[in-house]
């Protein structure tokens, strides 16, 4: 069964961190770019980064760019968002997409996860 799991969410106070991870089973992530993306009530659910297979181009929306860090282990089939001086503007469900290329768009991305909730208070 081809799954994508999220961890490592919570509630933060701002100016915290946390560390995001997207474990893949059924599925190796070797050939795949995987996408971060977050969604808040009442929003469109938007791209935050994404990381190529081999780790070679990364992007950053400019909301968390010098905030958040992605990063692969490939051998342990894991994708990580290190997400550091929190605020409360980045509260919200965050998800996991693999898909052929490393997009902040969530169109193009084959699998998804079922998010982890991130929530930052003032």
């Known amino acids: 069964q081809v799954q994508l799991v999220e961890s490592g969410g919570g509630l933060v106070q701002a100016g915290g961190s946390l560390r995001l991870s997207c474990a893949a089973s059924?599925?190796?992530?070797?050939?795949?770019?995987i996408g971060w993306f977050r969604q808040a009530p009442g929003k469109e659910r938007e791209g935050v980064s994404c990381?190529?297979?081999?780790?070679?181009?990364?992007k950053y929306a400019d909301s968390v760019k010098g905030r958040f860090t992605i990063s692969r282990d490939n051998a342990r089939n894991t994708v990580f968002l290190q997400m550091d001086n929190l605020k409360p503007e980045d509260t919200g469900v965050y998800y996991c997409?693999?898909?052929?290329?490393?997009?902040?768009?969530?169109?193009?991305?084959?699998?998804w996860g079922q998010g982890t909730q991130v929530t930052v208070s003032s």
């Open positions: 997409a693999a898909g052929l290329l490393p997009l902040l768009l969530k169109d193009g991305y084959d699998y």
């Open positions: 059924g599925f190796t992530l070797d050939y795949y770019g």
């Open positions: 990381i190529s297979n081999r780790g070679d181009t990364i």
